[in-house]
């Protein structure tokens, strides 16, 4: 349980860290980023407070989709339906300034008061299967699988959602360009790190890959110029910080939670997965003491994992 619960946390950590209004969420620069940290005695000394580290809206999301998942449900219809309802509730509950516009968009598409269609919404290139890879990957976390695994078990089980969609959604046409693009990216990127074929091996990175280097690789990942943007670089970034940081979570926030692109999404990502493999033990605690929306955090990760063993 304790796992499940630093995930909802350190996801909210990750997300206030990278979103990070007082180090100045626009930042073009991820070497400018890495030193903000130290000008208020690193990350040992720091407090999150929500007066001046407040979330964004991918936490207020995140805790929304669990709230709905904790529900008593009687099909995954009914499912999407209160999810529906809840992300057009939250969204209107939230200040301007804390929504990216591509959540406004997605938001605005859904239809709460339609029963049949009410998630039914146009095809999204930006998000696309980024929430499969993440969902992927946080279950890899729960099973233990070996972190150098998990891509290559994530491209595997792409071509199964594939199908999945032939039978269920019936313009498919505009989504085969971008599954292929969403599978080519990734594999490149397990062929540059050397994991793409089942090995033992650790991942591979370049000599020289500080703060300046990640953001040219991070940038280079992207498709839009701004490393997170997207469905495909946002969980790829997060997962090369794990694989990176091994085990380090300063590493990490080094890696996913101050760089020059969307940090605010790859951190939330790294964070959460990092609290499924490693808890809180190596997380200083000022980071999560006095997050905002604590104690709900803990409650919806605890909920979720008794849901999660109440049956298989």
């Given at each position: 349980?304790?796992?499940?619960?630093?995930?909802?946390?350190?996801?909210?950590?990750?997300?206030?860290?990278?979103?990070?209004?007082?180090?100045?969420?626009?930042?073009?620069?991820?070497?400018?980023?890495?030193?903000?940290?130290?000008?208020?005695?690193?990350?040992?000394?720091?407090?999150?407070?929500?007066?001046?580290?407040?979330?964004?809206?991918?936490?207020?999301?995140?805790?929304?989709?669990?709230?709905?998942?904790?529900?008593?449900?009687?099909s995954?219809?009914?499912?999407?339906?209160?999810?529906?309802?809840?992300?057009?509730?939250?969204?209107e509950?939230?200040?301007?300034?804390?929504?990216?516009?591509?959540?406004?968009?997605?938001?605005?598409?859904?239809k709460?008061?339609?029963?049949?269609?009410?998630?039914?919404?146009?095809?999204?290139?930006?998000?696309?299967?980024?929430?499969?890879?993440?969902?992927?990957?946080?279950?890899?976390?729960?099973?233990?699988?070996?972190?150098?695994?998990?891509?290559?078990?994530m491209?595997?089980?792409?071509?199964?959602?594939?199908?999945?969609?032939?039978?269920?959604?019936?313009?498919?046409?505009?989504?085969q360009?971008h599954?292929?693009?969403?599978?080519?990216?990734?594999?490149?990127?397990?062929?540059?790190?050397?994991?793409?074929?089942?090995?033992?091996?650790?991942?591979?990175?370049?000599?020289?890959?500080?703060?300046?280097?990640?953001?040219?690789?991070?940038?280079?990942?992207?498709?839009?110029?701004?490393?997170?943007?997207?469905?495909?670089?946002?969980?790829?970034?997060?997962?090369?910080?794990l694989?990176?940081?091994?085990?380090?979570?300063?590493?990490?926030?080094?890696?996913?939670?101050?760089?020059?692109?969307?940090?605010?999404?790859?951190?939330?990502?790294?964070?959460?997965?990092?609290?499924?493999?490693?808890?809180?033990?190596?997380?200083?605690?000022?980071?999560?003491?006095?997050?905002e929306?604590?104690?709900?955090?803990?409650?919806?990760?605890?909920?979720?994992?008794?849901?999660?063993?109440?049956?298989?």
């Amino acid at each position: 349980m304790e796992k499940f619960q630093a995930a909802m946390l350190l996801g909210a950590v990750g997300d206030a860290l990278g979103h990070g209004r007082a180090f100045g969420e626009d930042s073009a620069s991820g070497p400018e980023v890495q030193k903000e940290p130290g000008k208020v005695g690193g990350l040992d000394h720091l407090v999150l407070s929500p007066e001046k580290w407040p979330v964004s809206d991918n936490t207020i999301m995140h805790m929304t989709t669990a709230g709905a998942l904790v529900t008593d449900f009687w099909s995954l219809d009914d499912l999407y339906r209160e999810m529906v309802r809840r992300y057009v509730d939250a969204l209107e509950k939230l200040p301007g300034q804390r929504v990216d516009p591509a959540t406004v968009e997605g938001c605005s598409q859904l239809k709460p008061d339609n029963y049949l269609l009410a998630w039914h919404t146009p095809f999204n290139e930006k998000g696309f299967l980024g929430s499969l890879c993440t969902a992927l990957f946080a279950s890899y976390a729960v099973q233990g699988k070996r972190l150098e695994q998990w891509g290559r078990d994530m491209l595997r089980t792409v071509p199964l959602a594939e199908e999945y969609c032939k039978r269920t959604i019936r313009h498919l046409a505009e989504y085969q360009e971008h599954w292929f693009y969403f599978e080519a990216k990734w594999q490149f990127y397990l062929e540059e790190r050397k994991i793409s074929e089942d090995t033992e091996n650790e991942a591979s990175f370049p000599d020289r890959y500080d703060a300046e280097e990640r953001d040219k690789t991070y940038r280079k990942w992207s498709s839009e110029g701004r490393g997170g943007r997207r469905g495909h670089d946002a969980p790829m970034i997060a997962y090369d910080a794990l694989l990176g940081a091994k085990g380090s979570w300063t590493e990490l926030c080094r890696r996913a939670m101050f760089h020059g692109g969307e940090s605010g999404a790859t951190g939330a990502i790294a964070g959460c997965l990092f609290g499924l493999l490693h808890g809180l033990d190596a997380v200083p605690a000022g980071l999560y003491r006095a997050l905002e929306h604590r104690e709900e955090l803990r409650r919806l990760g605890e909920v979720l994992y008794r849901r999660s063993t109440e049956e298989k």
